[in-house]
Antibody, heavy 121, light 110 residues
């Protein structure tokens, strides 16, 4: 059964780069039907889609974050990663990695538990 | 892209039916039949309840149903139960090949 687990620093300083990894277990990240994405939720607020990567490397980003975000896949480690540059307090959020068992970008039926990232000096 | 519009809160009594609306534009909700709905209990990851407007994933109760008309979509929960109390988010795939969420709706079961 496919499972996702986020990992990374829980505290990042303003202006630095936030880096998170999502480890995939129970299946191959290189599957031909695989979309892998990141979604975040500021404390007490709603969900915000950050972006998604197809197993081949094609990426899709939220236009409001595109200039600061990079999502990549490491098939050798069965992981995918998120980098957000020049972070501010507004980037403080619970970050989820997500995917779709059906292999689509349209919705996510598989989620990690989320990891809280706080931006503070 | 602006977030899809949802009511901040809705409420209903056990056994009743409630509907949560989700309004977008012709570039997102109105563009395709690709609206999904998520349920989120406090401290938990979101759970997919409806995909592609009206399809239920395996294991989701038939009390949950979805529909769409023009640029608006709706989630209806019938036979309301205490366990349905949660936050609900709509989401839409867009013409720009991106995903857009709604602001979320807090459902209170009275």
């Amino acid at each position: 059964q496919l499972q996702l687990q986020e990992s990374g620093p829980g505290l990042v300083k303003p202006s630095e780069t936030l880096s998170l990894t999502c480890s995939v277990s129970g299946g191959s990240i290189g599957s031909a039907t695989s979309y892998w994405g990141w979604i975040r939720q500021p404390p007490g607020k709603g969900l915000e889609w950050i972006g998604t990567i197809y197993y081949s490397g094609s990426t899709y980003y939220n236009p409001s974050l595109k200039s600061r975000v990079t999502i990549s896949v490491d098939t050798s480690k069965n992981q995918f990663s998120l980098k957000v540059g020049s972070v501010t307090a507004a980037d403080t959020a619970l970050y989820y990695c997500a995917s779709s068992v059906a292999g689509t970008i349209r919705y996510s039926d598989l989620w990690g538990r989320g990891t809280l990232v706080t931006v503070s000096s | 892209q602006s977030a899809l519009t949802q009511p901040a809160s809705v409420s209903g009594s056990p056994g009743q039916s409630i509907t949560i609306s989700c309004t977008g534009t012709s570039s997102d909700v109105g563009a395709y039949n690709y609206v999904s709905w998520y349920q989120q209990h406090p401290g938990k990851a979101p759970k997919l309840m409806i995909y592609d407007v009206s399809h239920r994933p395996s294991g989701v109760s038939s009390r949950f149903s979805g529909s769409k008309s023009g640029n608006s979509a709706s989630l209806t929960i019938s036979g309301l139960q205490a366990e349905d109390e949660a936050d609900y988010y709509c989401s839409s795939y867009t013409r720009s090949s991106t995903v857009l969420f709604g602001g979320g709706t807090k459902l209170t079961v009275l």
